[in-house]
């Protein structure tokens, strides 16, 4: 069921590959609310995915972008406004890339390279984004930018490497250019930090199977979907959530506040017992 919650608003939408992408899901929930936009991603991402299926259902038009490219970004930006015709309300950024974690490297051995691409990649990527609509007056008064992020930025987690730090680093982002653009132009900047969600780029953390499954148990809500994270998103776009900026805001079905729930004590003493069971 529709709102009619962005009737009028147009945007960019960064990140979507193909329909497991949280981006995806976003920008087919902003069309039934009934906002114009562009999409975008890497060019060799557009090779990779399906994403001319979402444009195609949405309307939207697709303009190639490199991220940690400001000539990219300019590029984009501007010809966004042309589509659109006239400045943006809201902009979503869901990119992220570890090629430490796709080469298998642990945290303790990184690709120093490597982790340069991932910062820049995942999180200084944002700021960039954050730049050039700032330079180029592209979002209107009351606007709303969101970067999807996650809990290792707080929280040490088995396998997510050198991300922790890359979207530790992107929630620094938000907060200090959440300042400087809610200061001069009432515009928000929010982090949604979502559950593990099974999505081309989270497949390729280790463990993300059992992260996921852990995390289930121990959420009293269970993991948020891409689904509902795409509601989320929509209403931190909308004129409903105003007064929201400078957030890391926790999308997890209640994980970041657990200590232990009784589910996942209760599988941690089963497999105890499961143990013993096989040594007799």
Not at 91 to 99: A, N, Q, T, Y
Not at 236 to 264: C, E, I, P
Request: with cysteine; glycine share 8%; aromatic share 8%.
């Amino acid at each position: 069921m529709a709102y009619n919650l962005l009737k009028g608003k147009r945007g960019i939408i960064f990140g979507a590959l193909n329909d497991m992408s949280i981006a995806w899901k976003v920008a087919e929930l902003a069309h039934e609310e009934g906002a114009e936009f562009v999409l975008t991603n890497t060019p060799i991402a557009l090779r990779m995915g399906t994403l001319s299926e979402l444009a195609a259902k949405c309307n939207a038009q697709i303009i190639p972008s490199d991220a940690t490219s400001v000539d990219d970004l300019e590029n984009l930006v501007i010809k966004s406004m042309e589509i659109l015709g006239g400045k943006i309300d809201f902009v979503l950024h869901s990119i992220g890339m570890s090629p430490n974690v796709r080469k298998g490297l642990t945290y303790d051995r990184l690709n120093y390279d490597f982790y340069h691409k991932t910062l820049d990649i995942s999180a200084m990527s944002f700021h960039k984004v954050l730049h050039v609509c700032r330079k180029l007056d592209a979002i209107n008064e009351w606007g709303s930018v969101v970067a999807l992020s996650y809990v290792a930025a707080q929280r040490t987690l088995y396998g997510y490497n050198d991300m922790a730090d890359a979207k530790a680093l992107l929630e620094s982002i938000a907060r200090s250019f959440g300042y400087i653009y809610g200061r001069d132009k009432k515009i928000r900047v929010n982090t949604v930090s979502q559950s593990p969600t099974v999505t081309t780029a989270g497949s390729g953390v280790k463990g993300i199977d059992s992260l996921i499954d852990f995390s289930e148990r121990m959420s009293p809500l269970g993991n948020a979907t891409a689904e509902d994270c795409a509601n989320y998103c929509i209403t931190l776009f909308s004129d409903l959530t105003r007064k929201v900026t400078m957030q890391n805001l926790f999308h997890d079905g209640g994980f970041s506040s657990m200590g232990m729930s009784w589910r996942a004590m209760h599988q941690y003493d089963k497999s105890f017992r499961d143990c013993v069971n096989d040594g007799d």
